[in-house]
Structures are given as structure tokens and as C-alpha cells.
């Protein structure tokens, strides 16, 4: 089946920087990705939908100017965690729909 | 909006035994229903689906069937193993284009031998 990537898996940084995430669909092209959220033991939350080549369109609840997203080609969204803090500590996943929908493996984010 | 009820876990079955695992759906329209599977330290794995009323969706020894008049979706499995420890989301989205899945909560599955 179709492959999507993240990276880093793993990111530990310091309260008030920014991480980036990457997500590549590896072997289709992809006009749309999904990013959601996972607490510890709770469901996936729908974060955001990446349009290639137009604004993401934001689930309510999220704020925009906190996560960034780009999705600058067919095979690649970011997600950006700006001023990070502790709450936004949280595992991160990316999802990109071929025939059907694929997840990518999650990046975990501590903030300290 | 939509959104999808699975039951609460943890389940914890011993080796061969009958797992039933519930989820139902509140949706307009016909939206297409999945089981998703999260092994420890996985990404999320598609188990199956169906995409209309009374399609059965099995994969693995695990099935379920769309019920459009219980908005259900239940998951089973006939005797279960130690290695189908995961935890398990039922998830649904709506039939238009571009669409995102919404998930339940998931379901925490322990199997013991």
C-alpha cells in the first residue's frame, strides 16, 4: 500500500521555540494531507486539512497562527508548532488519502 | 456534526476468545465506516471498512457490518490472540471528496495466553 513518512519521530525542545514537522506521501501524490492530534490514550483529533497550493483549512478550536501548515508540493506538508509550551506536548500525525487514507508513523513532541 | 461512540476499554480477553467491539455512528447522509488498528509503538493501520449498508468488512479473522437502521458498526472476531493486542478505532467519513476521517475514542484490546 502507499507510504507516508514524518520527521522526526522523536522532538524534545525548549518552551518558546518553534518545530517543524514533515510529512511526505513517498510513492503517490497527494492534494490532500490531514494533520491530527493524539492525547495519551484518547483519540486522533482533526487538526487541519492541507490543500496543495492553498491555506489549510483549520478544524475549530485550532489556532492558525499557532500551527502553521504548508503544503508546498504534492508530496509534502509541514506542520510547524510555533512558541511551543508544555500543553502542546502531544503526539502528531499526518494522514494523506490515495485510494484510501494513510497515516504516517507520528511525531511525538515534548515540550519542556 | 458527525461523530462516532465506541465503547470504553480496556478489554481484556484471554487467547481464543470471542471479542466483540462496539461502535456506532451519528452521520448525515451515507458515509463509508473503518476499522483502524494501533499496535504498541505503531502507526495507525487500516483493518477494514465498508462503504454502504449491510457490506460486511473482514480482514484477519476480524468483521464487521454496516447497519444503517442501528447506525452500528460493530467489531468481532471469533477467537482472538495474543498478538491482536492494540488498540482499535472505528472511524467514519462522509462521502464527498477530500473529506477527513472522524474517529471514536479507540479501544484498548489486551489478550493474555
Known amino acids: 500500500g502507499a507510504v507516508v513518512s514524518q520527521h522526526p519521530s522523536w522532538v524534545i525542545c525548549k518552551s518558546g521555540t518553534s518545530v517543524k514537522i514533515e510529512c511526505r506521501s513517498l510513492?503517490?501524490?497527494?492534494?490532500?494531507m490531514f494533520w491530527y492530534r493524539q492525547f495519551p490514550k484518547q483519540s486522533l483529533m482533526l487538526m487541519a486539512t492541507?490543500?496543495?497550493?492553498?491555506?489549510?483549512?483549520?478544524e475549530q478550536g485550532v489556532e492558525k497562527d499557532k500551527f502553521l501548515i504548508n503544503h508546498a508540493s504534492l508530496t509534502l506538508s509541514t506542520l510547524t508548532v510555533t512558541s511551543a509550551h508544555p500543553e502542546d506536548s502531544s503526539f502528531y500525525i499526518c494522514?494523506?488519502?490515495?485510494?484510501?487514507?494513510?497515516f504516517g508513523p507520528g511525531t511525538r513532541l515534548l515540550v519542556l | 456534526g458527525d461523530s462516532v461512540t465506541q465503547m470504553e476499554g480496556p478489554v481484556t480477553l484471554s487467547e481464543e476468545a470471542f471479542l466483540t467491539i462496539n461502535c456506532t455512528y451519528t452521520?448525515?447522509?451515507?458515509?463509508?465506516l473503518f476499522w483502524y488498528v494501533q499496535y504498541p509503538g505503531e502507526g495507525l493501520q487500516l483493518l477494514l471498512k465498508?462503504?454502504?449498508?449491510?457490506d460486511k468488512g473482514s480482514n484477519k479473522g476480524f468483521e464487521a457490518t454496516y447497519r444503517k437502521e442501528t447506525t452500528s458498526f460493530h467489531l468481532e472476531k471469533g477467537s482472538v490472540q495474543v498478538s491482536d493486542s492494540a488498540v482499535y478505532f472505528c472511524?467514519?467519513?462522509?462521502?464527498?471528496?477530500?473529506?477527513?476521517?472522524?474517529f471514536g475514542k479507540g479501544t484498548t484490546l489486551s489478550v493474555s495466553s
Open positions: 510513492d503517490f501524490q497527494a492534494t490532500t
Open positions: 452521520a448525515t447522509g451515507y458515509p463509508s
Open positions: 494522514s494523506a488519502i490515495a485510494e484510501t487514507q494513510y
Open positions: 492541507s490543500n496543495e497550493g492553498s491555506k489549510a483549512t483549520y
Open positions: 465498508a462503504t454502504k449498508a449491510d
Open positions: 472511524a467514519l467519513r462522509a462521502n464527498q471528496a477530500g473529506t477527513a476521517l472522524i
